[in-house]
């Protein structure tokens, strides 16, 4: 019983501003009714204030699934800037049949432990293509780290998987001077970084980049798209795993 009664309260409330905004005006409420309301509500609440975490967890769900909406929405409206941009590069096979698109900076720390999920999704997977989407959120270090690396895509793409392990996975934190370190390791010049740096700065793609974050509601690293759903955080390699096996068996990251 006491289940049912907390329920209903807890849908009475919920429903309360809309059953009292279809009230026509001759029988609006008057004052003293409105307070008897506001007084019974008040004593319900103290009395049982937990439905209060039922109120916060329905609102919870109501902004995740608008939010999953919208950002299946703008996946459908933006496939070929997430999925095939000239600015990206891929790792892995390159017609897999599932995609992973990660949106990552080079000082995320979340995204240095997402590294290894990644490596371990494409050894253990060689049907999907992992889609690495610049986007230097964590200050002008990460800005710059990102500009040697779209530079050393530009250059060197078949060595571009080593760049970015090594940048990403690397102490400390990424800079221009680190980033150029790593690409003249891997044979590039620093003068033909900076040439490239000159000729084909990767401004547009950063603005790409945010304006693609923030139709998906991506507000931080790392981030996801697999199929049309928007995937937020460094959920893991068993979590993104799940996913993939969902596309290939309904069509959808989440059946």
């Known amino acids: 019983m006491a289940f049912t009664i907390k329920t209903l309260a807890t849908t009475a409330l919920m429903a ?3 059953a009292l905004a279809s009230i026509a005006p001759a029988y609006a409420l008057d004052d003293k009714q409105k307070e008897e309301i506001g007084a019974f509500i008040k004593e319900y609440l103290i009395a049982n204030p937990e439905i209060m975490l039922d109120v916060q967890d329905a609102l919870k769900k109501k902004q995740e699934e608008a939010q999953a909406k919208m950002a299946e929405q703008a996946v459908t409206e933006n496939k070929a800037a997430i999925f095939t941009s000239a600015d990206d590069i891929s790792l892995g096979n390159p017609n897999g049949d599932v995609t992973i698109v990660e949106f990552f900076d080079y000082n995320c720390g979340y995204c240095k432990h997402a590294l290894a999920d990644m490596d371990t999704i494409l050894a253990k997977d060689t049907n999907v293509r992992f889609v690495l989407k610049e986007f230097p959120i964590l200050g002008p270090d990460s800005l710059a780290a990102h500009k040697v690396s779209a530079a050393f895509r530009h250059i060197a793409p078949e060595k ?3 760049f970015h392990r090594a940048l990403l996975g690397g102490e ?3 800079n221009e001077e680190k980033a150029i370190e790593v690409a003249t390791s891997l044979g590039v010049s620093e003068d033909a970084l900076r040439k490239m740096m000159a000729d084909k700065p990767n401004d547009e793609a950063v603005k790409q980049a945010y304006k693609l974050a923030t139709a998906l509601g991506v507000s931080g690293t790392p981030s996801y798209v697999v199929g049309s759903e928007a ?4 959920i893991g390699a068993d979590a993104l795993e799940a996913k993939i096996s969902n596309v290939r068996s309904c069509g959808k990251a989440t059946c």
């Not at 995937?231 to 460094?234: H, K």
């Open 160 to 162: 571009y998987g080593e």
């Open 172 to 174: 400390g934190r990424a």
């Open 16 to 18: 309360m501003p809309f």
């Open 231 to 234: 995937v937020y955080g460094a």
